[in-house]
């Protein structure tokens, strides 16, 4: 019998949750041991490369716990989306067309006979990146605050893939808010760079990378004259790159801009130059689904945690390790509106046409999401009815954007609110969308029309 491949995404998702909640439940992996459910919503956590955690990862995990961690966290934000999703395709017989298609629209390739050696070239940027931001911090950071080498280099691995993958695991207690850590702002720093790298989405980098190649060969070509002036030059920078970049962008400059304004009262009293410009930097980029925090969460102004909450529900780009809404159905959702005001009968944008399909795609998610963010406020309210309403809005709109940031409720969840948060992070990681494709027939053909009539909206 042949599975829908959005069926083979959730399984391969939910096997590594169950794997990792048998590994971290292991006497070795932790210092007194955990329960089941703390066990499971950790490993759902880290799977879904969320970050939320019920026990502390300083304390609560031996360094091989800590290892599993990471390992999971690697899985969940590239191996799970890089070969996973295309699992499914290939699960039908080999490399068909239609696998090396979906492959080359989702890699952003031109030439289907390059996609092997495209996704091979992500995986290898992928390690690199990771190891190289890894040798920065363990520069960068005091050896002073650590033991020995060995931990100061574990260190520095795990919060570089950590913050790649956007998953905002820490092995700190207080995350990068420690004593020690919160002045590190040259590490702050490039972990926000990194962020902001696994966040924009492979698609996006494939675009770049092509488009410094272009221009490698252009000035070479101009020194060797090997080759004329006159000769069309594709477009590198689709649609799809140009939303992606310019929502980002204008996201990061709103974030950065607004946490600037309302927290020079709180996070950042007594801060100037330098380290006042990260820690707002750092602010506007760790919503955006990274989790880490540099500052103590319960002391944001109420303004700012209603931006975080837009923030994270925007979350990251398509095809990213990253999670929440995505800046491209966000952005759609807006030109929309935009060209409905300006009484268009459909959404343009950089001299080309959205097509309707995506438009109609990116309402359906984006009333999902609030259908599944209304209904975890209502029953984790319902299970702690003694929690705040703003912290469990926010550590709903956390868990479903796959955040990892919190107003410190996390631990004082029931276990009923658990499995319900647990829930929502995997929801939020696969895609409430893929949810219905995989257990909703898909209609094959639509042989009929109805007469058609307007319905009154205002």
């Not at 695991?169 to 990068?176: I, R």
């Not at 924009?200 to 221009?215: H, N």
């Not at 929502?424 to 257990?439: D, P, S």
Request: positive net charge.
């Amino acid at each position: 019998m042949s599975l829908h491949p959005a069926l083979i995404f959730i399984l391969s998702f939910s096997l590594l949750i169950a794997v990792g909640t048998l590994l971290l439940k292991l006497p070795n992996a932790t210092v007194q041991g955990i329960t089941w459910i703390d066990a499971f919503f950790t490993a759902t956590s880290a799977v879904c490369v969320t970050g939320l955690i019920v026990v502390d990862t300083a304390t609560a995990f031996t360094g091989f716990g800590q290892t599993i961690l990471l390992i999971l966290f690697q899985l969940g934000g590239l191996g799970i989306m890089t070969f996973t999703s295309f699992f499914g395709f290939f699960f039908k017989g080999g490399q068909s067309l239609q696998s090396q298609l979906f492959l080359k629209d989702y890699i952003n390739e031109d030439n289907i006979g390059k996609v092997g050696s495209t996704l091979i070239k992500i995986i290898l940027f992928t390690v690199i990146f990771e190891l190289l931001v890894g040798l920065f911090i363990y520069f960068l950071i005091d050896a002073r605050l650590f033991d020995n080498n060995f931990e100061r280099l574990f260190f520095s691995l795990f919060h570089s893939i950590s913050a790649f993958c956007n998953a905002g695991f820490s092995t700190l207690t207080n995350g990068l808010y420690e004593v020690g850590f919160r002045t590190s702002y040259h590490v702050h720093l490039v972990l926000a760079l990194s962020i902001i790298v696994g966040g924009i989405g492979f698609p996006v980098m494939v675009s770049f990378a092509q488009m410094a190649k272009r221009i490698s060969n252009n000035w070479y070509k101009v020194f060797t004259r090997k080759d004329s002036f006159y000769h069309h030059t594709p477009r590198v920078f689709n649609i799809n790159t140009r939303i992606t970049t310019t929502t980002t962008g204008i996201l990061l400059i709103v974030g950065f801009a607004t946490y600037w304004i309302f927290e020079q009262n709180n996070t950042l009293a007594g801060l100037d130059g330098y380290p006042k410009f990260v820690t707002a930097f750092f602010g506007s980029v760790t919503p955006r689904t990274a989790g880490f925090n540099t500052v103590d969460m319960t002391q944001l102004a109420v303004p700012t945690v209603l931006i975080y909450l837009v923030l994270m529900w925007i979350g990251a780009s398509p095809g990213s390790t990253g999670g929440g809404l995505k800046t491209n159905t966000f952005a759609v959702a807006i030109l929309n509106a935009i060209s409905f005001a300006k009484g268009k009968d459909r959404v343009e944008v950089f001299k080309r046409q959205i097509d309707p399909e995506t438009v109609r795609k990116a309402f359906a998610v984006i009333l999902l999401s609030f259908i599944v963010i209304g209904l975890g406020v209502f029953l984790v309210l319902f299970f702690n009815p003694e929690l705040a309403m703003l912290d469990v809005a926010f550590e709903v709109f956390s868990a479903f954007s796959t955040v990892g940031l919190s107003l410190g409720i996390t631990a004082k969840l029931t276990t009923a609110s658990k499995i319900v948060v647990s829930i929502i992070m995997f929801l939020g990681r696969v895609g409430t969308l893929t949810i219905l494709v995989a257990f909703i027939r898909k209609t094959r053909s639509l042989r009929y029309k109805y007469p058609q009539e307007a319905v009154f909206i205002s």
